[in-house]
């Protein structure tokens, strides 16, 4: 027969109290080294005990403290490599490009969508004039019909840096968006592609028929080609999230959903700051006529490049040089 | 004090070879931790509106020339109270966002380790799916269905909320102070007896740590039944002196408990 349990509990508490006030200190801030030694050895008694405990008290509080303070302990002792600059630095020059060429089917078909749906708005307004009167937003129309630009006002009635960041968190809001509904069966990201693509096709072949393609293309030139870039990345994350979850493959339905979100989530996190980027040259360029047309379109088309550049460039050569110069060991070893 | 409920856990399997079995937090501990971290982003925007209020009716020109700088911090703002603050509170405070501390709920992959930025933000990121189509409906209805109570987010992510319970160890051993009492009271060779199985002195501490607040009657009545429950070996004399008090009762069950000290 064990030891009756508050005697057992009498003897072991100091272990287990000196442990918890380690626990509490390891997340406040860093262990010595002497410190880290003791809550080894500290978890390793807890761990034994708790092992005597489901033996011989199972059910009673004294068990159910052993395993809170064990799960504590095991979080704080096997934790993750932490993610620090050196791995930032690594995940923009190889990882999120890497991920992006190996998932560049789902990017093809997201791009796919919003060119039909680009089509299909185009194709409506064109064809049908009424169209517009459904797919173009009647503020927009509004200006339309008077000849204008409903960009024109933009900076008149707010600073660039406001319009920019409003812009940006805007963008930024629909792109994740576009990946997060990707759960719901992918339908989230196909109909955000689409219905993006029937926006943009609708007001763009408005703007053709009242002869205002210029000032159209004026507008979206500098910041189109990425922006678009970016929302189809995004969609295409959305897509392999919602093909996770329709065709699993061999995997169980919930384990092949983690695995595709933590690649998919990848290329949203890696495109987040390049959608904050082009938000500022939608807020600072694209609006007004500081800068002439065809400076805006060589921007757009040199940015688009670069961007697209970068995608299928980046870390392809240097891949295992990259490697070698994050060693992961001293990423892994040090406890926070 | 019952031997746990039957409620989900996350069983987790260390390299010691003991297995943890990690308590899963249900609807009602997410949703408070919820309320308290939109409250407190609510009074955030409530006071800095105050502040600025303040400032316009103090500096007004000052102010209109640096109203674009606000409007970006303000649009930037709204941003990052939206997107940001979940999961850089969870990176960086192990799991935790203010709510969820306050609540004692911790956010932890489904082995039991802590969650990892990537993790993080796909849970977070899901936040908009789970609002649909308002006040999370989307993300309690899958909370109620699954079985370990995750939200979509956590479902991609592969993340699950646990709880931490505060448990008093004390009732275990804060005998030595009235270990003195047993000397002078008449408990009769109670430590002779046969030793108490766990779920029993589980049972008893739980009585003895609740007794001194309950009504008279109810302390002598399940005193009583206690003392029937662990003392069967006592005569029917013994018997009568144990529950004459409830100090006696008491006494005798705490030595009891302890039986092997």
Known sequence: MATPLPTFVTRRRPDWDALQALLTRQRAGRLGLTELRTLDTLYRRAAADLAQA??????????????????????????????????????????????????????????????????????????????????????????????????????????????????????????????????????????????????????????????????????????????????????????????????????????????????????????????????????????????????????????????????????????????????????????? | MTPSAPAPHVDVATPERVALSLPVAGIGYRCLAWLVDASLLFFFWVALYFVITLLVSDVLGAFQALSGLTQTLLAVGLFATQWLYWTLAEVFFHGQTPGKRVMRIRVVREDGSPVGFFESAVRNLCRAVDFLPVLYATGCITMLLDSKHRRLGDLLAGTVLVREEAIDLDKYTQGPATDAAPASTPAPDASMQRPLDAADVELVLAFLARAPGLEPEVRRRLGTRLVDRVGASLTDEERARVLQSAEGTEAFLRTRAKAAH
């Open chain 1, 54 to 336: 489901q033996t011989f008290y199972p059910g009673t509080d004294a068990h159910r403290f052993l395993n809170q303070l064990c799960a504590q302990a095991y979080g704080a002792i096997y934790q993750p490599p932490r993610e620090r600059w050196a791995s930032t630095r690594d995940f923009f020059r190889r990882d999120f490009p890497a991920t992006l060429r190996r998932e560049a089917r789902f990017v093809g078909v997201s791009a796919g969508l919003l060119v039909l749906g680009l089509l299909l708005g185009a194709l409506v307004v064109t064809l049908e004039p009424r169209g517009a009167e459904l797919l173009v937003p009647e503020g927009v129309r509004r200006y339309v019909a008077q000849g204008r630009m409903w960009t024109d006002d933009l900076l008149s009635v707010a600073p660039p840096n406001a319009v920019a960041s409003g812009i940006a968190t805007n963008n930024l809001t629909v792109t994740l968006f576009a990946f997060a509904s990707g759960i719901l069966l992918g339908v989230g990201p196909i109909f955000t592609l689409v219905n993006n693509g029937v926006l943009i096709g609708a007001v763009g072949a408005l703007c053709f028929r009242e002869g205002m393609a210029a000032g159209f293309l004026d507008f979206i030139a500098a910041h189109g080609p990425v922006e678009l870039s970016i929302i189809v990345i995004a969609g295409g994350a959305g897509l392999m999230v919602g093909q996770a979850l329709i065709d699993p493959g061999e995997l169980p339905r919930a384990q092949a959903l983690q695995a595709r979100g933590r690649e998919a989530v990848k290329l949203v996190v890696g495109c987040a700051p390049f959608l904050a980027a082009i938000g500022a040259v939608e807020g600072f360029i694209s609006p007004g006529h500081l800068f002439p047309t065809w400076a805006k379109v060589g921007l757009g088309l040199s940015l688009g490049a670069l961007f697209w550049l970068y995608l299928l460039r980046a870390g392809r050569t240097v891949a295992g040089v990259a490697r070698a110069d994050v060693p992961e060991a001293s990423a892994s070893n040090r406890l926070r």
